[in-house]
């Protein structure tokens, strides 16, 4: 992991606060919007997803170095969720994004007079892990994942103590006899909420004859945290965890702790760049930002930062160097010509 990137997952864990100003070129990279701005000042507050925090915060310190510093941006990570509720309150410029936005946060938004523009950044997968010396555990399937996660499984404390629930379900079990100790994203995160849509969560809950109102979460007896480096430090912590976080966060840990592979119907897969990029990985998921359309006019400093957000020089370079996966050529083009359009 380059110097940029490790000092970027520890800058992550709190505010990041970059001065930035001026304008955008038309040679600042490739995949230009074709904006430019001048004379800039003010603020830029965006939160949202701690997954994409990294991404965002390195375009701000980006933009930093090829602008100016008279605009001030602060990047913060609470959650998809938390970071949402800021954004349909009129509180927040941007939001960043790990999963799309819910039916509930648009009828939020639309009840405030708030009008977004959705922007795809990046690919992840969602890494679930152990520790290496959990030697017996190698691939999950989604029948184990929800004896081990679901909403069934409050009050299993040993991997095998899942194995009659896992092998209810279609999932393989022969976990090993373990103590189960996990630690992951909460409720707030978008993680938690992809989480259960990929691995199938809910529908295996309501077809178990969990009421509806339940079946879309998970336990509620293990740790809970929004923040991706306490859940890596708790897979180092002992000989037997089980925990999920970004691809990057696992990546960037993988000396330390043990990435399981996921079956999702097709044998089982690593997440790598490769089987993230062509949703071979079945935990696979895309990264948003959200822009407040408002605030592209009233405040030309979020015009003039997206639009250096979507360069190549912007977000391509913060996606490799934060350890995420580039969307395809296609799809980035189609980020930049809704922008394009939206912020005319």
Do not use: H
């Amino acid at each position: 992991m380059g110097k940029r990137r490790i000092g970027l997952l520890v800058v992550a864990m709190i505010a990041v606060l970059a001065l930035v100003a001026t304008a955008c070129s038309d040679d600042d990279g490739g995949g230009e919007t074709g904006s430019t701005a001048e004379n800039l000042s003010g603020t830029i507050t965006i939160s949202g997803s701690s997954t994409v925090q990294p991404i965002t915060s390195l375009v701000a310190e980006l933009f930093n170095e090829d602008v100016s510093s008279d605009v001030s941006i602060t990047v913060d990570g609470p959650g998809t969720g938390d970071g949402f509720v800021l954004f349909c309150d009129g509180e927040t410029d941007i939001s960043d994004a790990s999963r799309p936005i819910e039916q509930e946060e648009t009828d939020a938004c639309a009840a405030n007079g708030i009008e977004y523009v959705e922007l795809a950044v990046a690919f992840d997968g969602i890494t679930v892990m152990t520790n290496p010396a959990n030697a017996d555990v190698t691939c999950l399937n989604d029948g184990d994942l929800y004896a081990l996660f679901g909403p069934e499984s409050d009050g299993i404390d040993t991997w095998d103590g899942a194995d009659s629930l896992a092998q209810e379900v279609g999932g393989n079990g022969g976990f090993p006899s373990l103590p189960l100790e996990i630690t992951a994203p909460g409720e707030e995160s978008g993680t938690y909420d992809a989480f259960i849509e990929l691995t199938g969560i809910e529908d295996i809950a309501i077809e178990q004859g969990v009421p509806e109102d339940d079946a879309a979460a998970l336990r509620t007896d293990y740790t809970a945290s929004p923040d991706d480096n306490v859940i890596i430090t708790a897979m180092e912590g002992s000989d037997s965890p089980l925990g999920f976080v970004g691809f990057a966060y696992a990546e960037g840990a993988a000396d330390q702790v043990k990435i399981l592979q996921v079956d999702g119907g097709g044998g089982c897969v690593e997440p790598t760049r490769d089987t993230i990029a062509d949703a071979s990985y079945p935990l696979s998921r895309t990264l948003y930002i959200y822009v407040n359309k408002a605030k592209i006019t009233e405040n030309p400093a979020v015009k003039a930062f997206v639009d250096y957000y979507l360069t190549d020089t912007g977000v391509v370079t913060a996606v490799d160097e934060t350890g995420y996966v580039e969307l395809p050529v296609d799809q980035i083009e189609a980020s930049r010509s809704t922008w394009e359009s939206e912020s005319a």
